[in-house]
């Protein structure tokens, strides 16, 4: 796919922030319209303008991290933006960047289509739509190839298979057909039909056989029908190759679905990959010539031949959730178009929802922690799964490490009760308990301050074989200095002595006992903090202390009291990289939580 430049896509987007702006001002400014708008007007005002705002900044954020990435941003951008303009002002017709590409006829995949009115498919509404008789077209057979991949098809389904090639061969007599199969019975009787194509490939090898089916394919598009067990007119097929070839930027485009007893899905999901979470949603945020936008789709579809590549590596109950995150990741779109359908039998819905066993290399290929799945089916991986470590880099911890954090600071908090000696978060991890409840998502380090007699406790041979045990490494003892750490998967905790706690100077008396110690929420545990955690964090690190700032460390300064200025995170080496902390605002705790609900 050509990429436009990113300074011209910037040029372009600039004006349509602006005319936002504008709008915004216009519209809902009590000045400019004339008249006090009444309580329920300004309170439905209120929310219009924070569902925009909201909007905008997710915007400005993936903006920014399109120049920061040095790459255009995604067309979807350019989506929300139109949208936001029409919410402001209905009557605005922008020159949509998806406007259909000019037709030049001596070029057309496929004949342009015209609606002959509400009356012309009464009362059944078959048809509608139909097709202008066009001379100037390519024939269909050089245009677009049809793969069906029956391999991991049950014994039982074989008979549908002829029925899917006789409906192909029927309907699109012309186009060939690429068909791969477990079954020498299949293979034979594919053999008595002259468009069809077959490849015997072994049932353990689904994802290979789709690979060569496509590399046998030489037309610009493919018709991946998928776990079909019949084919008809109601594909469909122009349509979806008209969506591919004249909306810019649309490289794959598919239809709704039914099954054998009749239930029938659109077959759009959106998906969000962020902060180590993959999340799945059932739906559509916008759409364009009757078709969905989408960025996955559970049917067959039509794409680019060339795009067309499966991970040969990864369980097929998964192969194409991983192709549709990569293209989607490389600024592809992909539209549904409900109209056009298919029958087709979900071999592989019932393991993926029940068994996270066939999700854990795709976790492990994308770094994810979680998978959200349409449903409320929540996979989750720790950090062994997926072979992540603690040590924070460029990207934010992963969710394992955030776990892991609270759970070290609930043993160690147990141990310290157990054995009567008293301990608060300090610096980094009080200030982490402000505004993350849990660890800064992009810290190198936990502190904590201990009582003397904890810090002596912490260098007998008992205490450091007891950590181990239970999989935590006390080392670095130093009882002069009252200095040890404790590391977990690559993290640590640094501890020093301290004479006294702030719990026991500035609490009122009957407070300072160590039950009612100040406790921050870390991670669903609460930890024995500083006396005042927000007051304690202000007067340590000074100015704007909710705004972000990775470590002294990692910004290279002399030592850590020398005054930070936050509001800005360094660069990331891994730009893609889906927890890429410069991706972030460096304002907030809300961009970085996940959203759980599906």
Known sequence: MATPHP??????LFPLFLSATILSVYIFSDHLTGFK???????????????????????????????????????????????????????????????????DTDSLDVCPEV?????????????????????????????????VNTVAYPKQDENHIETVIKGITETYPTVQVYLATGSVNVMKAAQNYKNVDVVLIDKAQVAKGWNILVGKASTPYVLVARDVFHFTWLTQLERQIRVTSQIPYVEVAGGSYRNFSGHWKAGCVQTTMKNYVLKYQEGYLHSKNGCMFCDYLQGPFVTKTSLFKLDEKLPIQVVFEDWFSSIIKKGSLVMSCPDAMYFTTDYWSYSKI????????????????????????????????????????SELLPLCCLQEYAYALAFFQKFAEAHNFTFELDTGSALGGVKFEGVLPYDLDGDFIISTSGIDILGKTETVDYFQKNGYTLADYEPKKGYARLFFKKFYFEIWKMGDMSNKRYLP?????????????????????????????????????????????????????????????????????????????????????VKLDV
């Not at 995604?74 to 936001?84: G, H, R, V």
């Not at 009612?516 to 500083?530: M, R």
Request: hydrophobic share 35%.
């Open 7 to 12: 300074r011209k896509i910037f040029l372009w």
């Open 37 to 103: 708008l009444s309580v329920s007007c300004n309170a439905y005002n209120f929310e219009f303008r924070k569902s925009l705002a909201e909007d905008l900044r997710e915007i400005q954020q993936k903006v920014r991290k399109s120049f920061l990435n040095k790459e255009a941003p995604s067309p979807k951008l350019l989506l929300q933006l139109e949208e936001i303009v029409k919410r402001l002002d209905p009557e605005v017709d922008l020159a949509s960047v998806f406007t259909q590409k000019g037709t």
């Open 115 to 147: 609606y002959n009115g509400t009356k012309f498919g009464y009362p059944f509404y078959e048809k509608g739509w139909v097709l202008i008789n066009c001379t100037n077209v390519k024939p269909l057979r050089s245009v677009v190839s049809v793969l």
């Open 354 to 393: 029940t068994d996270r066993n066939v999700w854990t290399p795709l976790a492990k290929k994308w770094e994810l922690n979680q998978v959200l799945l349409p449903g409320g089916v929540k996979h989750s991986f720790s950090c062994e799964d997926i072979g992540v470590t603690c040590k924070a880099k």
């Open 509 to 593: 008396p009957e407070l300072q006992k160590q039950e009612t110690f100040t406790k921050a929420n870390i991670g669903g545990y609460w930890i024995n903090t500083a006396f005042s955690p927000g007051l304690f964090s202000r007067n340590r690190y000074g100015r704007e202390i909710l705004k972000h700032s990775q470590s002294w460390i990692k910004l290279g300064l002399s030592h850590s009291f020398i005054e930070y200025n936050p509001g800005s995170f360094e660069l990331c080496k891994k730009p893609e990289h889906h927890a890429c902390i410069h991706n972030f605002p460096a304002d907030g705790n809300i961009p970085f939580m």
